[in-house]
C-alpha cells in the first residue's frame, strides 16, 4: 500500500509538473500572442504611415497638377492680349474751312493710318459739308470731329489738347500760305508741327518741325505716322519749335528785327 501511495504520489507530483509546464508553456503562448499582437499594431501603425504617406503624395501630385494647369492657362493666352491698347492720338487744324488750306487732304490721309489716330478740325468755312461727305465716303467719319471756331483768347487751350498740328495748306493760282500763324502759336504751346510746301511755312517752321510737298497725301499719311508712333521726336519737335518762337516770333524779337532794319535804312 506504502509503495502504491508513494508511486501515485509521484505520478501526481509529475503530473503537476507536467501541468505546470503545460501552464508555463501555455503563457509563453500567450506571450507569443501579446507579442503576435503587438507586431500587428506595428503593421497596422507602418501601414497607417503609408497610407498617410501615400495621401501627401496625392496631395503633392494635386499641386503639381494645379501648378501644371496655371502654366498651361498661362501658355494659352494670347500675348497680343496682354499688351495696353494704344493711346489715342489727336491730329489737329485750326483755322478757316476753305479749300486752299487743304483740308481734305488732310481727311484723306486719315484712310489707311491706325484707328487710334483721330482728326480734329476747329474752325467755320464753305468746306464743312464737304468735310463731312468725304470722311463718310472714305470710312473716316468716326475719327474725325469737326469743332466751331474758338475765340483768341481759347486758342491755347484748343492746341493744348493737340498731340500734333498740321496746316496742309494748297497753293493756288492767285494765293499761297502767307504766314501761316497758327503755326507758331502751336509750337508755342509745346505742340509738334506738320506743314506743307506752300509759301512761307518752310520758312516759319524752318528745322523745328516738319514738311511734306504740297497736295502729296501719300508723305503726308507716312508723315503723321511717323511722328505718331515716335515719342522721342515728338518731344524734339516741341522743344524745337518752342525755342523757335521764343528766339524769332515774340513781339521783342520782331521789334528787335525792325529796329535792324531801320538801323540798317539811315545807315545807307
Not at 515716335?230 to 528787335?256: K, M, S, W, Y
Request: charged share 30%; proline share 5%.
Amino acid at each position: 500500500i506504502r509503495m502504491r501511495w508513494r508511486g501515485c504520489r509521484r505520478a501526481g507530483g509529475g503530473r503537476r509538473e507536467a501541468g505546470g509546464r503545460r501552464r508555463e508553456t501555455g503563457g509563453g503562448r500567450r506571450e507569443t500572442g501579446g507579442g503576435r499582437r503587438e507586431a500587428g499594431g506595428g503593421r497596422r501603425e507602418a501601414g497607417g504611415r503609408r497610407r498617410e504617406a501615400g495621401g501627401r503624395r496625392q496631395e503633392a501630385g494635386g499641386r503639381r497638377q494645379e501648378a501644371g494647369g496655371g502654366r498651361q492657362e498661362a501658355g494659352s493666352a494670347d500675348p497680343a492680349s496682354c499688351l495696353p491698347p494704344p493711346a489715342s492720338f489727336t491730329i489737329g487744324y485750326l483755322g478757316r474751312l476753305v479749300p486752299e488750306k487743304g483740308i481734305l487732304d488732310l481727311v484723306e490721309a486719315m484712310c489707311g493710318l491706325p484707328d487710334h489716330i483721330r482728326l480734329r478740325l476747329i474752325g467755320d468755312g464753305v468746306l464743312g459739308q464737304a468735310i463731312t461727305t468725304t470722311a463718310k465716303t472714305l470710312g473716316v467719319d468716326a475719327r474725325v470731329e469737326l469743332c466751331p471756331a474758338v475765340g483768341s483768347t481759347e486758342v491755347p487751350v484748343a492746341l493744348a489738347r493737340l498731340d500734333l498740328l498740321v496746316l496742309p495748306s494748297r497753293t493756288t493760282s492767285n494765293w499761297r500760305e502767307q504766314f501761316g500763324r497758327v503755326l507758331i502759336e502751336a509750337m508755342s504751346c509745346g505742340v509738334p508741327v506738320l506743314g506743307s510746301s506752300s509759301g512761307e511755312i518752310p520758312h516759319v517752321i524752318g528745322d523745328a518741325g516738319m514738311i511734306f510737298p504740297e497736295g502729296d497725301t501719300l508723305t503726308l499719311r507716312r508723315e503723321i505716322a511717323r511722328i505718331a508712333t515716335n515719342p522721342a521726336l515728338r518731344a524734339d519737335l516741341a522743344r524745337r519749335g518752342r525755342a523757335r518762337v521764343l528766339a524769332e516770333f515774340t513781339q521783342a524779337a520782331i521789334a528787335r528785327r525792325h529796329v535792324e532794319v531801320y538801323a540798317t535804312m539811315r545807315g545807307q
